[in-house]
């Protein structure tokens, strides 16, 4: 199996128990694994083309539990699959990794503003942030002043949780004009002009 298709379920089956919650199953079904596939393919929208992928997800599944990244309980007649505090957290790095910002067909003429302040002593985070941030293709008006013209809240949102920051940390403004806006306006090909 290659590195980035094995990677490529890891992310599925992490995604999909992330989304689901935990997933239940009856117990005395002796399709436990024909009974899991389906429903975590469900939640994290991935395709099976062949039966080799099928193979592929189900030791990977296999792996992910081993290492202790998927606790299966069983209460009951019932099976409860959900992601360990390891598992949840490497499921949301790779949330933030495939994070990107849909763009609308037409541009409302709003400005989404993004401003932080993260202390000195937490560096290494403002910095990671920050090449996120860029990442995503927001323009940096200032040192922790960026912009957008689409929204951007939910996925912002996202990375703020995932870095532990606060509202007070992390502000959001949507504005309709920005002072000498036609460098910005350029950068993302908008026409500003009224």
């Given at each position: 199996m290659?590195?980035?298709?094995?990677?490529?379920?890891t992310?599925?089956?992490?995604k999909?128990?992330?989304?689901?919650?935990?997933?239940?199953?009856?117990?005395?079904d002796?399709r436990?694994?024909?009974?899991?596939?389906p429903?975590?393919?469900k939640?994290?929208?991935y395709?099976?083309k062949?039966?080799?992928?099928?193979?592929?997800?189900?030791?990977?599944f296999?792996?992910?539990?081993?290492?202790?990244?998927?606790?299966?309980?069983y209460?009951?007649?019932q099976i409860?699959?959900?992601?360990t505090?390891?598992?949840?957290?490497?499921?949301?790095?790779h949330q933030?990794?495939d994070?990107?910002?849909?763009?609308?067909?037409?541009?409302?003429?709003k400005?989404r503003?993004?401003?932080?302040?993260?202390?000195?002593?937490q560096?290494?985070?403002?910095?990671?942030?920050?090449?996120?941030?860029k990442?995503?293709?927001?323009?940096?008006?200032?040192k922790?002043?960026?912009?957008?013209?689409?929204?951007?809240?939910?996925?912002?949102g996202?990375?703020r949780?995932f870095?532990g920051?606060?509202?007070?940390?992390?502000?959001?403004?949507?504005?309709?004009?920005?002072?000498?806006?036609q460098?910005?306006?350029?950068f993302?090909?908008?026409n500003?002009k009224?």
């Amino acid at each position: 199996m290659a590195k980035k298709n094995k990677s490529e379920i890891t992310k599925t089956i992490l995604k999909g128990i992330l989304l689901g919650g935990a997933i239940v199953i009856v117990a005395t079904d002796p399709r436990f694994g024909s009974r899991i596939l389906p429903k975590l393919i469900k939640y994290a929208a991935y395709k099976i083309k062949n039966k080799k992928q099928q193979k592929n997800f189900y030791s990977t599944f296999n792996r992910l539990k081993n290492k202790g990244m998927i606790n299966i309980e069983y209460r009951g007649k019932q099976i409860y699959i959900s992601l360990t505090e390891e598992g949840e957290k490497l499921a949301e790095k790779h949330q933030i990794n495939d994070l990107e910002i849909k763009k609308p067909k037409k541009w409302d003429k709003k400005w989404r503003i993004l401003i932080f302040d993260i202390e000195n002593k937490q560096n290494i985070k403002r910095e990671a942030l920050r090449g996120k941030i860029k990442e995503l293709g927001l323009y940096q008006l200032q040192k922790s002043v960026w912009i957008y013209p689409y929204d951007f809240q939910k996925e912002i949102g996202l990375l703020r949780d995932f870095f532990g920051l606060t509202d007070k940390d992390m502000k959001f403004i949507i504005a309709s004009e920005i002072e000498n806006n036609q460098e910005a306006a350029t950068f993302f090909g908008l026409n500003c002009k009224k």
